[in-house]
């Protein structure tokens, strides 16, 4: 009998039946007891729609270690999706559980890591799937920074600010506090450490109902603009689309600045007393990022003959033009050993690829479909939340709507004067024109995973060599050999075959 696994991430809306665990445990059990040779071995299931990392699935590392002490044989799932978000773990696991002689059957994918292709088809589903999502980001968040240029908030309360509909209110309480923090520490000059243990004494706590202060949870409150009545927003920033993880922006991202934008909780002689008072106890400097931009073959190309990798150099054509050309490292230096005298121009190489990528036929409209599932579960989690549901968004447009007319047939009664009415008329209009925006954001989101007729056209312009797209080159493509008579090797990642070239 074979031992069969099954993993799953299920959600935890109470309404979502479909997702829930007895509906998987069900589900998978059924499943199973169709096959006589099979015998299940256990359910592994995550609650939550967090699926970018596997560091916090506890019930996916359980899985990992059970496959090293050989408690299953083969392990099934609905969909990569349902697997890992991240096409880099997919991969990095799948390839670990192959290793102990464990496949992995991706159900409604329709494929699995016993199949030849299978890595390979992974890692297209992943580049085309990350390259989608990038530009779906990039248009939601250009939507969002033109939201914050008209001087959205965009972030939660804090302590001394209630925040809501993208506006900031004083919150009277949290205020005495705050301004207490900035006069013992830039006029009575108090340090954090001591700072912390005075609010400790006297029983404050923090926003969060922590009554334990620390020096840099008071640093971060010293520092925060907003305090002072000014407003920066895009701080952070998202450079990585698979891990998904928030950087400090340090200039790699403009970011949106307003002064004097809300009613302020000290003064701006106070603001600067402190922010002088910070700057003399600073310890620490900025280290700035660096960036690395490789070409899309650079550690690609390989000598046949001694081994050594092909270097680039641009060069002059007679019309003027300029191309790349890739040459021996060892033999482009003078080193003796190496005489294979074979040039590669670059874009010779990419023609390479497109016609392995013709000569392996897949199949693009399941792979259209399996982007569109990568794509939309990549969206989710592209700004570490999960995006609005357009449904949610306009039950709350109507709660709110229905709250105006309840107002407005309350002052028609003789139960409002005219001065509560326009009151209670702005705060529910700031919040149903903030959930319109909020609605936009999410209805373009969706349309731009539900896998229209022009993504399908874009995978079958790649696949079949008409377009071509460097993200993809570089996740599928293994290396280019090149040997002396005129013969070229191509080999993709995770596939046997090797494509046969000459020129």
Request: aromatic residues 8%; hydrophobic residues 35%.
């Amino acid at each position: 009998m074979i031992r069969v696994a099954s993993y799953c991430r299920v959600s935890t809306d109470k309404e979502d039946q479909a997702n829930s665990f007895e509906a998987q445990v069900r589900y998978f059990g059924e499943y199973i007891q169709r096959k006589p040779d099979w015998v299940l071995a256990d359910i592994y299931a995550d609650e939550g729609i967090t699926g970018t990392s596997t560091k916090k699935r506890t019930q996916f590392n359980r899985m990992m270690n059970d496959a090293y002490d050989g408690k299953f044989d083969l392990l099934i799932t609905k969909e990569v999706s349902r697997f890992s978000r991240n096409i880099l773990d997919t991969i990095s696991y799948t390839r670990e559980l192959k290793a102990l002689g464990i496949h992995v059957v991706f159900m409604n994918d329709g494929f699995s890591t016993a199949d030849p292709d299978s890595e390979l088809r992974l890692s297209i589903m992943g580049s085309i799937a990350q390259e989608e999502s990038r530009k779906t980001s990039t248009r939601v968040k250009w939507g969002q920074t033109r939201q914050m240029e008209r001087g959205v908030v965009f972030g939660r309360s804090m302590l001394g600010y209630d925040v809501a509909g993208g506006r900031m209110t004083v919150n009277p309480e949290g205020a005495q506090l705050v301004r207490l923090i900035f006069q013992k520490y830039a006029v009575e000059k108090m340090g954090t450490t001591n700072l912390c243990r005075y609010l400790e004494e006297q029983g404050y706590e923090t926003f969060s109902g922590n009554r334990h202060w620390s020096s840099s949870h008071l640093v971060k409150i010293l520092k925060n603009e907003k305090y002072v009545g000014d407003l920066v927003q895009k701080k952070t920033y998202t450079p990585d689309y698979l891990t998904h993880e928030k950087k400090a922006n340090q200039g790699q991202v403009e970011k949106v600045i307003f002064e004097n934008h809300h009613e302020p909780i000290i003064d701006r002689p106070l603001w600067n007393l402190a922010q002088a008072e910070l700057r003399k106890n600073d310890k620490h400097g900025d280290f700035p990022a660096i960036h690395s931009n490789k070409h899309l073959f650079s550690g690609l190309i390989r000598c046949g003959a001694c081994g050594s990798g092909f270097v680039s150099r641009v060069k002059k054509a007679g019309d003027g033009t300029t191309y790349r050309r890739w040459s021996c490292a060892k033999a482009a230096s003078g080193i003796a050993g190496c005489d294979v005298g074979r040039l590669l121009r670059d874009d010779d190489a990419r023609n390479m690829v497109k016609l392995a990528l013709q000569a392996l036929q897949m199949d693009a409209q399941s792979i259209a479909a399996n982007v569109a599932k990568l794509a939309a579960e990549a969206i989710q989690t592209g700004e570490g939340t999960a995006p609005d549901s357009p449904q949610r968004l306009n039950n709350e447009i109507e709660k709110w709507t229905n709250k105006k007319i309840t107002a407005l047939d309350s002052f028609l009664d003789g139960n409002l004067t005219k001065e509560e009415l326009n009151l209670m008329k702005g705060k529910y209009d700031e919040e149903i024109a903030a959930l319109q925006t909020r609605l936009a954001t999410a209805e373009a989101r969706q349309r731009a995973v539900s896998n229209p007729p022009q993504l399908r056209e874009k995978i079958r312009a790649l696949l079949s060599g008409e377009a071509e797209s460097e993200p993809l080159y570089k996740s599928i493509l293994d290396h280019i050999s090149v040997f002396h008579d005129r013969h070229l090797e191509l080999r993709f990642q995770g596939l046997p075959h090797v494509f046969q070239f000459s020129g």
